[in-house]
């Protein structure tokens, strides 16, 4: 196995797991917002573009600069369960086709970032440990709503 085919495969099944907490959550509560926070559809959509975004950033090995009125705006546009579920789903198949088409040299090409410089390979890899954490969160908010079986 390859570092590109373990991190892809790593990707697809985090995606799996993240669609599989989502999917356990009871649909009408899929909006709901405990006081203060986030629904689990709003996580769920943040993931999508992260993920597509993570896409841009492997394949290109830059940056964007991040306009936080556009990443609300796409936010706001995922705002049922169909074009969150969608838009997950085509990242992660961007995401995967990039990872898989990466070549071995490029994996230690450093991008850097507000947050520090890392290699391809991480900013790759870095979709798993953020949808991992967002599963959390969607898992978590089926506890506030009162959701005891999960």
Request: net charge negative; with cysteine; glycine share 8%.
């Amino acid at each position: 196995m390859t570092v590109q085919d373990f991190i892809a495969s790593g990707t697809e099944k985090g995606t799996a797991d993240l669609l599989a907490a989502y999917e356990r959550t009871t649909p009408e509560k899929r909006g709901w917002q405990p006081e203060g926070g986030r629904s689990a559809r709003n996580v769920l959509a943040e993931c999508a573009i992260m993920t597509d975004g993570l896409a841009d950033i492997v394949q290109t090995g830059k940056m964007p600069e991040f306009d936080m009125d556009k990443f609300h705006a796409d936010l706001a546009a995922l705002d049922t369960d169909e074009k969150a579920i969608s838009a997950l789903k085509a990242g992660t198949d961007k995401l995967v086709k990039v990872i898989k088409a990466l070549p071995d040299d490029k994996l230690s090409v450093l991008i850097e970032s507000p947050w520090g410089t890392y290699t391809t390979a991480a900013w790759a890899h870095h979709v798993t440990t953020h949808n991992a954490y967002h599963e959390g969160q969607i898992n978590y908010i089926q506890t506030l709503y009162g959701d005891k079986g999960y």
